[in-house]
């Protein structure tokens, strides 16, 4: 007698793996409908499978389907919004912005600066960030964005009159 167990009952290996869905490489529902039905079709007739396990197992399958085109749907609608943000942003061509510059000084000491510039360009990168490009040719990131618009170097304060107002 051997102590050898027969490939048809060994556990398959990584390369030989269970049938799986084409698509995602994971055992889809057509998979688990006919995994059920070996099982109803295998079953002990004395001991048939208890109704209650067979309601509980099509519930959960049920449950898992939905969840997975919920899951779907929600990654299409963030891929749309993802899509829509460059169109959005795309109106920024051509428009003055104000925008922050973090840089570090001879000290080491992290320094925030705020830059104008106009747009040329925008673009999408692999991430899905939003880049800008500014007329002197450097990328940003659109988070980096503090004002769009006629921007002035200084803060108007029209609400408070000045010496010059009252004199006139």
């Not at 027969?6 to 049938?19: F, G």
């Not at 051509?94 to 673009?123: F, L, M």
């Amino acid at each position: 007698m051997s102590n050898s167990i027969q490939e048809n009952y060994a556990i398959p290996t990584q390369t030989e793996s269970l049938r799986t869905d084409e698509e995602n490489g994971t055992l889809g529902k057509n998979d688990f409908l006919e995994i059920l039905m070996v099982q109803l079709q295998n079953q002990d007739p004395m001991d048939p499978m208890d109704d209650k396990e067979f309601v509980s197992q099509m519930a959960q399958f049920s449950s898992l389907e939905q969840m997975t085109n919920m899951t779907q749907s929600i990654e299409e609608f963030a891929n749309s919004q993802k899509k829509g943000s460059l169109v959005q942003h795309s109106e920024l061509i051509g428009q003055q912005v104000s925008w922050e510059r973090t840089q570090e000084n001879e000290d080491g000491v992290e320094e925030t600066e705020e830059v104008v510039n106009t747009i040329a360009s925008v673009k999408q990168d692999g991430e899905g960030n939003i880049r800008l490009l500014t007329d002197d040719d450097r990328w940003i990131n659109s988070e980096q964005l503090i004002q769009v618009g006629s921007v002035s170097s200084e803060e108007e304060t029209d609400d408070v009159p000045t010496d010059e107002d009252t004199n006139e």
